[in-house]
């Protein structure tokens, strides 16, 4: 009977280690190795008209990978193509196409499209300007509103950040270069272009359709111009008829492949993100 006993007891002692075995295996799984075996951080740098999308799509990619955290910094275009050419960054964010010497070892996704236009204070009386205008006011030629059939007033110029994928757009359109532009102040991120017109009736500046239209929307005292008589909006951007439009594109290196970085690209270029750029007012690729 002792025998039967030690044994019975034996027999208890090893299920319950096997089940608490199986317990323990089970509840940290997930902790230690995704499913999907995605794992690490991802690190964006670059264009601020992209970054709150790419920042959007980010955590929508956390999501469905637990293991991964995605990092979004800005500081311009040129600094996301120097950064990932470097190796500083994993990807980066440009709203501008490369220039030709940027291109060697390098591959673009376009992720969205935008649209850049030229805004002034929601209570000027100038509803238009022609090409002519706009350059004469850029390079100092047009100095008072007045000139262009609006307020007795002089034109505030503001004018965009060094390296920021605007002023190369807005000088390749106008054929001029950066010296050649006289502007009073200078803004860098596209929030302090915004508040440069809306707290300043007289003022004049370029940026992103997409977040123009936005902060239009939300009542931001600021009026977005036609250009070549083509109203400013994203639905203009969107037809191809808007004459100063942009791919805002995410940059990867071809020499150091990795599953992470690429299943990020084919994520950010998925029709699962159209409703993330749609509300950043930005207009989706063609899938």
Request: glycine letters at 8%.
């Amino acid at each position: 009977m002792f025998r039967a006993i030690a044994a019975h007891l034996m027999m208890t002692l090893m299920l319950a280690a096997l089940l608490g075995g199986c317990g323990d295996s089970d509840a940290p799984a997930t902790a230690r190795s995704p499913a999907d075996g995605l794992t690490g951080k991802l690190t964006l740098t670059g264009s601020s008209t992209l970054a709150p999308l790419a920042a959007e799509i980010g955590k929508r990619f956390e999501q469905r990978h637990p293991g991964v955290r995605v990092d979004v910094q800005t500081g311009g275009s040129s600094r996301g193509i120097r950064d990932v050419t470097s190796g500083a960054a994993d990807v980066g964010m440009s709203s501008r196409s490369l220039n030709a010497d940027e291109t060697p070892g390098l591959t673009t996704h376009t992720v969205a499209w935008d649209g850049v236009c030229f805004i002034v204070h929601r209570d000027n009386p100038v509803a238009a300007l022609t090409n002519e205008q706009l350059l004469a006011i850029y390079t100092g030629k047009i100095d008072n509103w007045k000139q262009v059939d609006g307020d007795d007033a002089p034109i505030v110029v503001i004018d965009r950040a060094e390296g920021r994928s605007e002023v190369e757009l807005v000088t390749h359109f106008f054929r001029i270069t950066t010296p050649d532009i006289k502007a009073d102040a200078i803004a860098g991120e596209n929030q302090q272009a915004i508040k440069s017109v809306s707290t300043n009736p007289n003022a004049i500046v370029y940026l992103s359709i997409g977040t123009s239209e936005h902060e239009a929307a939300r009542g931001v005292p600021i009026k977005l111009l036609p250009l070549n008589g083509v109203p400013a909006s994203v639905a203009t951007v969107l037809d191809g008829t808007f004459p100063l439009a942009r791919p805002l594109i995410m940059i990867t290196r071809n020499d150091t492949p990795s599953p992470l970085v690429d299943a990020f690209i084919a994520f950010a270029t998925s029709s699962d993100v159209d409703d993330l750029v749609e509300a950043q007012s930005f207009v989706p690729i063609k899938h």
